[in-house]
Structures are given as structure tokens and as C-alpha cells.
């Protein structure tokens, strides 16, 4: 690393500007943020990405067609040129998310209908039946894990019923982990990791491949059956397509949900004013759920690939082929777009839209579908069981990973009462 680097890599206490897998990174990256939209708002790492901080410039990368994802050239310069024979990367490299025009635009044209407004909205008694099995198991405990007992289950169920996934395979993917989402982290994956993470993925994929075989002989009214028919079809997508792109929605459908709830509830109970708002005027939910989604994001970044020289990203050059990272997370609490205290909890401010569902063509599939479901779960917990607390407010547990935001567990209790 030559000493320039060096030097835009370091705060003026010498500590690194930019460490997100540090624990206090991890604990709060809110303050971290601050610092880098101030100091260096378009910051190179070690690793020679560039990192945009600022709402303007992330907004920007996201939507502007001189950037791209070009996942396999990306991931070849960070790792070395085999590295798509390791199949957890193979598979990434086939999901719409890493695609760019056409195959993006193909891969996402098959499954977007069932994910429009109109469908969505359909499945809200669905959903609030699912919240409330959940408590109804839950109620005369007076305690339980809002992750792992309550945020969790809701997310992964309404998946499973969308892709078709039979009642008696489900509790495997109740039970699941959440380990292998490390290789969206700007910190490059160990070898140990990269074989675990090849072994999760294996096993995903033999499942997934049986699974098609039955929806070939036994059509559904689901998303599996609607695309293993167009693999069927022709030259509409892949085998290896057809597999990333189910696990893919698998994955992005339940951990970042999971984390809106956590970390909404989380905010929530640290901000009693704003709780107490919201137990008093439900109607003001649908906002609180943008400002939640604003105020600690579930989804901390994303990146793009330059895909020609750019000349002026905030007044740095980018050169082509180099990496930019969007710090979603940074951008919802710039001052340039929420002058009224971005850093306050505040479920009735005006004028929120957050960038946490990304932007331009890639912008979140499920993101209506995540917000209805953080509603319904919200409201119905603040409706049913409104002495509740969190055990540990202070020192909640947060997951080690950066990009995708959330807890480990949050503990809470309430007065157990007959349901
Ligand atoms: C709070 C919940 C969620 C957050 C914060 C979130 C965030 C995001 C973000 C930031 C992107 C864009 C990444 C990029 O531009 O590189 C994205 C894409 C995507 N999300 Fe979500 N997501 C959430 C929930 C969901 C749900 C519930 C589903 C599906 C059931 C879903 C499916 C997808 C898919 C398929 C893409 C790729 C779209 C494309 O590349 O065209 N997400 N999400």
C-alpha cells in the first residue's frame, strides 16, 4: 500500500476511517458514517475500492449506466482467476443481482409479477395470520427472543408459500442460519469461509434440485413451478439460473426482513417518546416503518463496478473497472437530505426515502412485500403486547457482519397473561 493510500485511509487520530468489521463499527457505524461524509466523502480502502458516503453520489452510482455490477471480472481482480470454480461465488454470479443488462433484465422479467403492489397487498391477511399464530404460541410465556421467536418466522413463512416450499420440508429453513451471508462483506472471505460457505451452498442446491423435480411432476401455484416452466421452455434461463435465482430470493426474502423488524423494535424501545406515539396513533405505522427503514438499515450497502472512466464522483476520478461502495446506511442519515436531525429516531418526519431498497434497475424486488410485513408485525406486538420490554436496551448483540445489518437475539419480557 503506497503511503498516499495509507494516508486517506486514517481519521486524524490515526484510526482507520473505514474498518467495518471492526466491533465497534458493528455496534454503531452511525459515527464512523459522519466522519467519512465529512473528511473524505469518496474514501479508498486498503483494498483500492472507493467508498461513497454521501446521499448525492450514492444515489448517483446506483441509477447511472456507466456503472454495473460485472461480478465475474470484479471477483477474478479480488480473488484471483479461478475463483468462479468455487461454486458459492458460480452461483452469486447467476442471480439477477449480480447480472447486468440483458441477462438482469431477462432474469427479473419472469419472476417481478408476483411481487407487484396489487399481489402484495393481497397477502396482508396471510401475513397478520401468520403475527398472530406466532404470539398466540408465545403470549403466556411473558418472555421470548424477538429475533428468534418472533421476527424470524414470519419472513421465512411467507417465502416458503410463495416459492412453494412443502409444509413438512419447513423446518429445516425455520431452523436456519444465517451464516452465509459474509460474501457481500467489502472485506474479502477467508479460505475457511469460502469452503464453508461452498458446503452450505451445496447442500442448498441438492435440495432445490429435488424440489424442481417434484414441481415438474406435480405443478404448483407458485413461484418454482412459474420458472422451472420456463427453463422448460426453452431459452428463458438456465438450470444454474433457475437454482441461483430461487436461492437467492430464499435468502434476500427473510434476513433483511428479519433485520427491519429488529432493528425497528430495537430503535423503538430506545426512543420511549416515539413508542409511545406510535402506541397511541397506529395510523402513523406506514411512516414509521420508512423512517425505521431510514434510520438503521437492515441493508448497510451495496456496490457497482465502473464500467467506464467517470470523471468526477463527488471530484475524484473512478477510473473503469474499479469498484465504488454505497453506504446505504450513510446516505439515509446525510444532513444534505435530513437537515432536522438525521441522527434522531422521529416516526412522524416528512419527506423520508430511504435508499435501504437500493435504486435503478436493481432496486429491491421484495421491497413492498418487506414493508407489510414489518407493519403488521410492528403493529400487531405494540397492539398485543404493549408492557412489553427489552431485557439488555444498552447492549444488544449484534451479528458480525456488516452489509446485512441485525441482531443476534433481543430478549423481552411482559406481564404473561391468559390470551
Ligand atoms: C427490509 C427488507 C429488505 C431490504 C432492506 C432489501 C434491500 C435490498 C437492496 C438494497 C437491494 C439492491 C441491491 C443492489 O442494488 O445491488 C435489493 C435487491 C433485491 N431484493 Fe431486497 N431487501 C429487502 C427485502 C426483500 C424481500 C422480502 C425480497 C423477496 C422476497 C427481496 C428480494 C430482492 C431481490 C430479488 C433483489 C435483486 C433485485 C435485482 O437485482 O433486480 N428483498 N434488496
Redesign the pocket.
Known amino acids: 500500500m503506497n503511503e498516499q493510500v495509507q494516508g486517506a485511509n486514517q481519521g486524524a487520530g490515526g484510526d482507520p476511517l473505514f474498518n467495518p468489521l471492526s466491533p465497534d463499527f458493528i455496534r454503531d457505524p452511525y459515527p464512523h458514517y459522519d466522519r467519512l461524509r465529512t473528511i473524505d466523502p469518496i474514501h479508498v480502502t486498503p483494498f483500492g475500492q472507493f467508498v461513497a458516503s454521501r446521499h448525492a453520489d450514492v444515489s448517483l452510482v ?1 441509477r447511472d449506466k456507466r456503472f454495473g ?1 460485472d461480478f465475474v471480472e470484479r471477483s477474478k481482480r479480488r480473488y484471483g482467476p479461478n475463483i468462479m470454480e468455487e461454486p458459492v461465488f458460480r452461483n452469486l454470479g447467476h ?5 447486468d443488462p440483458p441477462d ?1 433484465t431477462r ?2 422479467g419472469l ?1 417481478v409479477k408476483a ?1 407487484t403492489a396489487r399481489r402484495v397487498e393481497d397477502m396482508r391477511p396471510r401475513i397478520q395470520e401468520i403475527v398472530d399464530q406466532t404470539l398466540d404460541a408465545m403470549i403466556d410465556r411473558g418472555h421470548m427472543d424477538l429475533i428468534g421467536d418472533f421476527a424470524f418466522r414470519l ?1 421465512v413463512t ?2 416458503c408459500d ?1 416459492l412453494g416450499i412443502p409444509e413438512e420440508h419447513r423446518e429445516a429453513f425455520h431452523k436456519g442460519s444465517s451464516d452465509g451471508v459474509r460474501i457481500l462483506d467489502p472485506v474479502p472471505m477467508t479460505p475457511d469461509e469460502i469452503k464453508q460457505g461452498n458446503a452450505r451452498n451445496l447442500m442448498a442446491q441438492m435440495y432445490f434440485q429435488q424440489l424442481f423435480e417434484l414441481r415438474r411432476r406435480n405443478p404448483g401455484d407458485d413461484l418454482i413451478t412459474q420458472l422451472v416452466q420456463a427453463e422448460e421452455d426453452g431459452n428463458k434461463l438456465t438450470n444454474e439460473e433457475l437454482t441461483a ?1 430461487i436461492m ?2 430464499f435468502v ?3 434476513e ?2 428479519v ?2 423488524i429488529g432493528n425497528g423494535l430495537l430503535a423503538l424501545h430506545r426512543n420511549p417518546d416515539q413508542l409511545a406515539l406510535l402506541k397511541a396513533r397506529p395510523e402513523l405505522m406506514a411512516g414509521a416503518i420508512e423512517e425505521f ?1 431510514r434510520y438503521d ?3 448497510q450497502m ?3 463496478v465502473a464500467l467506464e472512466d467517470i470523471d468526477d464522483l463527488g471530484g475524484v476520478k473512478i477510473p473503469k473497472g474499479e469498484t465504488v461502495l ?1 453506504l ?1 446506511g450513510s446516505a439515509n442519515r446525510d444532513p444534505a437530505v435530513y437537515p432536522d436531525r438525521p441522527d434522531r429516531l422521529d416516526v412522524t418526519r416528512p419527506n423520508v426515502k430511504p ?13 413492498q ?3 407489510i ?2 407493519e403488521i408485525a410492528i403493529a400487531t406486538l405494540l397492539r398485543r403486547l404493549p408492557d412489553l420490554r427489552i431485557d439488555d436496551i444498552e447492549n444488544p448483540e449484534w451479528r458480525a457482519t456488516f452489509v446485512l445489518r441485525g441482531l443476534k437475539r433481543l430478549p423481552a419480557s411482559w406481564r404473561a397473561r391468559a390470551r
Open positions: 446506483m455490477k442471480t439477477m443481482l449480480q447480472a438482469h432474469l427479473r419472476v411481487f419472513p411467507i417465502i410463495m435465482n437467492l430470493l434476500a426474502g427473510h433483511t426482513t433485520n427491519l427503514l438499515s437492515s441493508v451495496t456496490g457497482r454505497c446505504l435508499l435501504s431498497f437500493g435504486g435503478g434497475i436493481h432496486f429491491c424486488l421484495g421491497a412485500l418487506a414493508r410485513e414489518a
